[in-house]
């Protein structure tokens, strides 16, 4: 251990949202620091600490490092800097190169926001503000505006350390994953259901993936992209068990005895019950889809209502009212748009006109699904030969 702290490249981590839960505060503070560690595995380069409700990284600022944050819930912005010693005359020449950083010409607008921890400091945050911003505009040109600047200086003179920022990136925003519960996320190979499972991950869920495969009328290839896509939303928790459910069975029982156009609505009651046994069994209470009015003839409000139906436990709908255009705009985002417009085989339409029932109702589904008397036992029996891949 040496008192000297650290000098060179780092990034300061702000933190949002959990300071409103004051009674949870030191165990999301907790899991949210956990959820970084995991985030930066593997970079041994770094050390990370923290002070007065902020993260701190040593060692780096690159953009692995940035690229590896973006994801972290419960961070609002993300600042690469520079350590250095609380001196004004090391401080202002580090905020001098910063800025230079700066792609703007000298039309650039900046201002320096100045923090002081460290009250033995011989200035005030006033003229640290004062001091670097005059050198800055002595060295770029650039003009002061505090009200709407293009660029913001930060010089954060702490108790332990000082820490210079030029960039402010957004943060994943949201609550650390892993403190608001557990969801089971009914995970199809399209572009909803991970835009969903990221939203609800946003807000602290932890995700268990739960994937119908129609084997061997689906391919591997169905398979593997869903697998793919539950990597990327496990990257961003601590572990991810994705459960792949032997559909075909139930979907060959089904065809026999229903009118086709109604073989999707039973398919959907079917996966939401068989979705609910697993769950139980992993004691989760709640299911997630992604499920959006409107989006496809197979969900209209009768027909999600004709799938709640089948339910028992609560069914959250992150993307239910929102348009194609702002999913893909998620998607995109998390990294999960490229894997999701791969070409795959939908076990939905597996013996299923192109014109289902957009009608649906309850009490026919109901009625439809007396005439197999053993159906119980095929979904427990899908339920109970899951595959299970931990991710
Ligand atoms: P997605 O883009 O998520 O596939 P979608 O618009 O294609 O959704 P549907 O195929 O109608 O919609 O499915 C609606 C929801 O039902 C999906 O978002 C998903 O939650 C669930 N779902 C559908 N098929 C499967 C499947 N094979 N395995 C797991 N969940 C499924
Ligand atoms: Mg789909």
Redesign the pocket.
């Known amino acids: 251990m040496t008192d000297t702290p650290y000098s060179g490249p780092g990034v300061l981590l702000r933190i949002g949202e959990l300071f409103l839960k004051r009674g949870n505060r030191h165990l999301f503070f907790q899991a949210l620091l956990a959820n970084v560690q995991r985030a930066l595995k593997g970079r041994d380069d770094i050390r990370i600490s923290h002070a007065m409700g902020r993260i701190y990284i040593e060692g780096a600022s690159d953009e692995d490092l940035l690229r590896r944050l973006r994801w972290v819930f419960g961070l609002t912005s993300i600042s690469p800097g520079i350590f250095c010693d609380p001196d004004i005359d090391v401080i202002t020449p580090i905020a001098v190169d910063l800025a230079r950083t700066h792609p703007g010409g000298p039309e650039t607008r900046f201002r320096v926001a100045a923090r002081r921890a460290d009250k033995t400091f011989p200035l005030n945050s006033g003229q640290i503000g004062a001091h670097v911003g005059g050198q800055i505009h002595l060295a770029t040109g650039f003009r002061v505006d505090l009200e709407q600047p293009d660029l913001s200086v930060g010089v954060e003179v702490g108790l332990k350390r000082t820490f210079i920022w030029a960039r402010q990136l957004p943060g994943g925003g949201g609550l650390p994953v892993g403190t608001a519960g557990k969801v089971a996320?009914?995970?199809?190979?399209?572009?909803?259901?991970?835009?969903?499972g990221h939203m609800l991950q946003k807000r602290g869920v932890e995700l268990t993936g739960?994937?119908?495969?129609?084997a061997p009328y689906t391919s591997d290839g169905a398979k593997e992209k869903?697998i793919a896509l539950a990597r990327i939303l496990a990257a961003r928790q601590r572990r991810f068990q994705l459960l792949v459910?032997p559909?075909a069975p139930v979907q060959e029982a089904l065809r026999d005895i229903v009118d086709p156009t109604w073989l999707?609505l039973l398919?959907?009651r079917a996966?939401v019950r068989i979705?609910e046994m697993i769950a139980r069994g992993e004691g989760i209470s709640c299911l997630?889809?992604?499920?959006?009015v409107g989006?496809?003839a197979?969900?209209t409000l009768a027909n999600i209502a004709t799938v709640e139906d089948a339910a028992a436990l609560l069914v959250l709908r992150p993307?239910i009212a929102m348009d194609k255009a702002e999913?893909i705009r998620i998607a995109r985002d998390i990294d999960t748009y490229e894997t999701?417009i791969l070409p795959h085989d939908?076990?939905?339409t597996l013996f299923t006109p192109r014109h289902p029932q957009t009608r649906g109702r309850a009490d026919l589904a109901q009625r439809y699904e007396a005439r197999l008397p053993h159906l119980d036992q095929l979904l427990q029996t899908a339920a109970e030969t899951a595959e299970r891949i931990l991710l």
């Open positions: 996320l009914l995970l199809s190979g399209g572009l909803d259901s991970p835009v969903a739960i994937y119908f495969h129609a869903v459910v559909f999707v398919y959907r996966m979705a997630a889809t992604g499920e959006s989006q496809v197979s969900q993307v999913i999701s939908d076990c939905c």
